[in-house]
C-alpha cells in the first residue's frame, strides 16, 4: 500500500518525536508502515533572546534532533523540499533562488534555436512565449519570498539577459534595461515580485473559518516569536514588513476593505504593471544601436592601436577594420585567403536599380533622388529574409499619392562597366531573383568536368592517348565559338540561348580532363626515365600560364568577344593529331607490337640511337607473359585487383584527398591570418606576386630536390612542413599584436610559403601517382585521383565553417593532424626515383611496398636480360 507525502510540523524536537512514534504505533495497527529510507527531520535554527546592549543579538539554540524508528536513525537534512519549493534551516532564499534560475535557464535554452533564434518569428511573440513558459518556473513560489538585494539582483539580471536575447542584442550594445523594457513592453521584475506578494497577501485576508478565526496561513505569516530572535545575516525585512512597503508604494490605504473584494484588489495591484505591447520600432531601435555599437567598437580599437603604435589618432582618417560578404552582405572581419577558384561562370559586376528610362550610367544619378528609392535597412531586415546589400539592390521603394510607402522588386537595372563593358549576367538579368540560372551554369560545369574525368580516363586507357587528347582539342575550340555565337538572347530568346550556353558548357568540361590528364600522361610516357621528372615539372609549371587569359581579357572586355577570340585563339591546337604520335608504352601494354616498333625505330632514328632488335623481342615475350598469367581486368576494378595494388592505390587516393581538404579548407576559413581590411588585400597581393616570379626558382630547388633525395622524402618534408605552417597560425592569432610591423611581415613570409608548399605537395603528389599507376591503367587511375581531390575539395569548403563553431582553431588543428597522418602512410610507399614507369600491374607489385631509397628492386634483374625501352630508343 501507498499513502501520499505527510508533512509534520512541530513547535520541539521532543514533540516531534513523541509524534513520530505515536503515529508509527497507530499505523501499524492498520497494516501500515513508515518508510525510514524516505523520512527526514529538518530543525529551523532559532536565536536566544538575550538582555544588554554590548552582548550579541542572540545565541543560536539547540535544535537538533535524534529520533530512532525500528533500531534506525532518522536522517537530518538542511534543505527540505515540499510542493517544488526548497526550504532551507537557516531561512533564507537563497538555494531556492539558485534552484529557480537552473530550471529557468534550461527550459530557456531548450527554446533558443526553436524560438529566439528564428527570425521569422516576431517579437511580440516570442514575449507571449516567455511569458507563458519561462517566467512562471523562474517565479514559482515568490508569494513568500523575503529576499535579499544581492538574491533580487541575480533574478533581476537573469531577467534582463532572457529579454536581451529575445530582441538579439548583447550587452556589447549598450542598450539600457529601461529601454529594453519599454521595447518588449514589459514590467520591470520588482514590479512582478510586488504583484505576487499582493496577491497572495489579499489571498490569504480572504481566508475565514466557521469560527471566525485566522486560519494557519495568516498565522504563519503574521505571528512571530516572542521569545526568540532572527538571525544576524538574516533579511532585514520580514515578509509582512515588505508587505507594508508595498502597500504604501501602491498607494493603498484602506487595504481590509479593498482586500475583500477580490476583483477590486486584482485591478488595483496590477494597475502598476500592466503590460504594454511590443514598440512598433523596435526593429528599427534596435538596429541604429546596433550600428552605433559598431562603429564605437571601430573607433575604440583603432583607438587603442594608434596608443599602442605610440602614433596620434587620426582626425580624418578611419580605417575600416570589417568587411562586407558580397553574397549575403554580412560584416566580418577581413582574413588573407591564398586561393581563387576559377570556375566558368559569367562574371557579375556591381548594379543597381534603373530609376527612369534614360538611366544607363551606373554612377550617373542624383544620391539624394537614388537614397529616396533605396529601402529603409531596418525594414529590410526585419520584414526580407534576405541581405540589406540584396534589399537595397534589387527592391525599390515607391510613396503612393497617399502617403504609404510600397517595396517593389525592380524590373531593369543599370550595371557598372569600369571594369567589365558587357557581360553574360548583365545580358540574361542573372541577378537578384533570377540569381539560380549562374549557379546552375557552375553545377552543369561542375558536373560535366566530373564526367569527362571518368570517361576521358577509361577510353583513354582503353583506345589510346592521341586520338581522345585529338577528339577534346577539336571539341574545346567548337564549343566555346558555338557557346559564343548562339548564345544571343535577342536573336533565340532566353530559353534557347541559355540551354545552347549549358550543352556547350557542359561539353567543354568533359574536354578539359582529355587535355589536362591525358597530356601530362602522354607527355611523361613519350621521354625517357632521365627526362621524366623534368616532363612533369614543366607541364604543371604551364598549368600557371593560364593567367594570359587575364592579360588578353584586360583588352577584350566584353564577354562575346573575348570567347570568340580565345575559340579561334585554339585552333591551332586542333592538329595536335598529325603532329605528336602515340605513346608507345600505350601500345606495348595494349598489343600493337608492330606499331610501336616502327615507332620506336623513328625515335631511335631521330634521336641518333642504335634500336636494339633483340632486347625489342625480349621485351615483347615478358609482357605477353605478363598479361597471359593473370586476367585482363580494366575500368576503375584494375585498382583494387589485387593486394599491393589496392593498398598503393588507396595510398595514393588518401594523400590526393587530405592535401585539396587542408589546402581549400584553410583558404575558405576566415580565422587564417587576420589583419585589416586594406593590408589582408596589398599583403595578399604582393605575396601572390612574388611568390609568382619566385616559382621558376622554386621549382628549379623541388626538381634537384625530387632527383636527389627522391619522390617520398621529398613528398614527407614537404607534407610536415605544411602542417607545422598550419599550425603556427595559433601563436599567430594569440600571440602577435595585429596590424604591427612585424605581424604584417609575418603575414607576408607565411603567404609565400604556403604557396610554394602547397604547390609543392601538389605537383609531387601528382608525379608520383603518375610514376606509380602502371601504362595500362594509368590514365584511369589519374582520373581517378581528379575526383576524389575535387572530394576533397569540397568536403575542406563545407566543413570548416560548422568546425569553427565549436573552436576557432579546430579546423587548422585538424587539417595538421590529417596531414602529419598522410606523411605517416605515405612512407609505404615504394620509391620511384631512377626506375622506369612500370608498364603493367605486375610491374607495380614487384614494386613492394615501404621501400627506402633504393633503385635496385626485383626488376633490376629482369632489365639486365629485357630492353629498357626508354634508353635503347635514344
Keep these: 500500500m501507498y499513502a501520499d507525502d505527510i508533512v509534520v510540523m512541530c513547535d520541539s524536537p521532543k514533540n516531534l518525536e513523541h509524534f513520530i512514534k505515536v503515529f508509527e504505533r497507530v499505523t501499524n495497527d492498520f497494516g501500515l508502515s513508515m518508510n525510514i529510507q524516505k523520512t527526514c527531520t529538518m530543525s529551523l535554527k532559532q536565536f536566544e533572546k538575550t538582555i544588554g546592549k554590548n552582548e550579541t543579538k542572540g545565541k543560536e539554540k539547540d535544535a537538533s534532533s535524534n529520533i530512532v524508528i525500528r533500531d534506525q536513525n532518522i536522517e537530518t537534512v538542511d534543505n527540505f523540499n515540499y510542493l517544488g519549493c526548497n526550504i532551507a534551516n537557516d531561512q533564507t532564499q537563497a538555494k531556492e533562488i539558485e534552484v529557480r534560475i537552473g530550471k529557468a535557464s534550461n527550459a530557456f535554452n531548450s527554446l533558443r534555436r526553436i524560438v529566439w533564434y528564428r527570425k521569422c518569428i516576431s517579437i511580440q511573440a516570442k514575449v507571449r512565449i516567455f511569458k507563458a513558459c519561462i517566467l512562471p518556473v523562474l517565479l514559482y513560489g515568490s508569494e513568500i519570498w523575503c529576499l535579499k538585494a544581492v538574491e533580487e539582483q541575480r533574478l533581476n539580471t537573469f531577467y534582463m539577459k532572457c529579454l536581451r536575447t529575445l530582441l538579439g542584442v548583447g550587452r556589447g550594445d549598450r542598450m539600457r534595461n529601461d529601454l529594453i523594457l519599454e521595447l518588449t513592453g514589459q514590467p520591470s521584475l520588482e514590479k512582478i515580485l510586488r504583484r505576487n506578494r499582493l496577491r497572495w497577501f489579499g489571498h490569504v485576508n480572504r481566508m475565514n473559518n466557521e469560527e471566525d478565526q485566522p486560519m494557519l496561513p495568516k498565522k504563519v505569516l503574521f505571528s512571530s516569536f516572542a521569545d526568540a530572535k532572527r538571525p544576524l545575516h538574516g533579511v532585514k525585512l520580514r515578509w509582512k514588513d515588505k508587505i507594508a512597503k508595498d502597500l504604501t508604494m501602491c498607494e493603498i490605504k484602506n487595504w481590509r476593505r479593498e482586500v475583500q473584494d477580490k476583483e477590486m484588489w486584482r485591478k488595483t495591484i496590477n494597475k502598476e504593471i500592466k503590460s504594454t505591447t511590443v514598440r512598433s520600432d523596435a526593429a528599427h531601435v534596435i538596429h541604429e544601436h546596433k550600428e552605433r555599437a559598431k562603429k564605437r567598437r571601430t573607433d575604440e580599437r583603432l583607438l587603442d592601436y594608434n596608443k599602442k603604435m605610440n602614433t596620434p589618432p587620426s582626425t580624418t582618417t578611419v580605417i575600416n577594420v570589417d568587411a562586407t560578404c558580397s553574397i549575403c552582405g554580412r560584416t566580418f572581419k577581413s582574413k588573407l585567403v591564398m586561393i581563387s577558384t576559377q570556375l566558368w561562370t559569367p562574371a557579375t559586376p556591381s548594379f543597381r536599380c534603373k530609376l527612369h528610362e534614360n538611366d544607363s550610367v551606373y554612377h550617373n544619378y542624383i544620391p539624394i533622388h537614388y537614397n529616396r528609392t533605396q529601402p529603409d535597412p531596418a525594414y529590410c531586415k526585419a520584414m526580407m529574409n534576405i541581405s540589406v546589400r540584396e534589399c537595397q539592390e534589387c527592391y525599390t521603394k515607391t510613396i503612393s499619392k497617399t502617403g504609404i510607402e510600397h517595396i517593389q522588386p525592380c524590373k531593369y537595372y543599370v550595371f557598372d562597366r569600369t571594369y567589365m563593358k558587357y557581360t553574360l549576367v548583365e545580358e540574361w538579368l542573372m541577378v537578384c531573383d533570377r540569381t539560380e540560372f549562374r549557379s546552375i551554369v557552375s553545377i552543369v560545369y561542375l558536373a560535366g568536368y566530373i564526367v569527362g574525368v571518368i570517361v576521358v580516363g577509361i577510353t583513354a586507357d582503353k583506345y589510346g592517348r592521341r586520338p581522345i587528347m585529338s577528339i577534346c582539342t577539336i571539341l574545346i575550340p567548337c564549343t566555346v565559338f558555338i557557346g559564343g555565337i548562339f548564345s544571343q538572347k535577342d536573336i533565340f530568346g532566353f530559353w534557347p540561348s541559355y540551354l545552347i550556353y549549358l550543352t556547350s558548357c557542359f561539353i567543354f568540361a568533359c574536354s578539359i580532363p582529355g587535355i589536362l590528364i591525358t597530356g601530362f600522361v602522354l607527355a611523361t610516357e613519350l621521354v625517357g626515365s632521365k627526362y621524366k621528372l623534368l616532363t612533369a615539372i614543366i607541364a604543371q609549371y604551364l598549368f600557371n600560364v593560364d593567367g594570359i587569359v587575364i592579360f ?323
Design 552 to 874: 588578353v581579357a584586360y583588352f577584350i572586355q566584353e564577354w562575346r568577344r573575348l570567347t570568340i577570340t580565345l575559340s579561334i585563339a585554339a585552333i591551332p591546337f586542333t592538329f595536335f593529331y598529325f603532329v605528336l604520335p602515340e605513346s608507345p608504352r600505350w601500345m606495348i601494354s595494349k598489343g600493337y607490337y608492330k606499331q610501336a616498333g616502327e615507332l620506336l625505330r623513328i625515335i631511335a632514328k631521330k634521336n641518333k640511337k642504335t634500336f636494339n632488335e633483340e632486347s625489342f623481342k625480349k621485351l615483347i615475350v615478358e609482357q605477353e607473359k605478363n598479361t597471359t598469367n593473370k586476367p585482363v581486368v580494366t575500368g576503375v576494378r584494375s585498382l583494387f585487383n589485387s593486394k599491393i595494388m589496392c593498398i598503393i592505390s588507396i595510398n595514393l587516393l588518401f594523400q590526393a584527398f587530405v592535401q585539396n581538404l587542408a589546402f581549400y579548407g584553410i583558404s575558405s576559413s576566415s580565422i587564417f591570418l587576420e589583419s585589416s581590411l586594406y593590408s589582408s588585400f596589398r599583403i595578399s597581393s604582393w605575396a601572390m606576386r612574388i611568390s609568382s616570379w619566385t616559382m621558376v626558382l622554386f621549382f628549379i630547388v623541388l626538381y634537384l630536390l625530387l632527383n636527389r633525395v627522391g619522390r617520398k622524402r621529398s613528398y614527407l618534408i614537404v607534407v610536415f612542413c605544411f602542417a607545422i605552417l598550419i599550425l603556427l597560425e595559433i601563436p599567430v592569432q594569440n600571440y602577435i599584436l595585429k596590424n604591427s610591423e612585424g605581424y604584417m611581415i609575418l603575414i607576408f613570409l607565411m603567404n609565400i610559403i604556403l604557396k610554394w608548399l602547397t604547390f609543392g605537395s601538389f605537383t609531387i603528389i601528382y608525379i608520383y601517382t603518375n610514376e606509380l599507376f602502371p601504362t595500362e591503367i594509368r590514365n584511369t587511375g589519374m582520373s581517378i585521383h581528379i575526383i576524389v581531390a575535387r572530394i576533397g575539395a569540397i568536403a575542406g569548403i563545407a566543413s570548416t565553417h560548422s568546425l569553427a563553431q565549436l573552436w576557432i582553431h579546430l579546423p587548422m588543428v585538424l587539417y595538421s593532424i590529417l596531414l602529419l597522418l598522410a606523411a605517416f602512410v605515405a612512407q609505404m610507399l615504394p620509391e620511384t626515383l631512377d626506375s622506369t614507369l612500370p608498364q603493367t600491374i605486375t610491374d607495380t607489385e614487384q614494386m613492394g611496398l615501404t621501400r627506402k631509397h633504393d633503385c635496385d628492386y626485383q626488376r633490376t634483374s629482369k632489365q639486365e636480360e629485357q630492353p629498357n625501352n626508354d634508353q635503347d630508343v635514344k
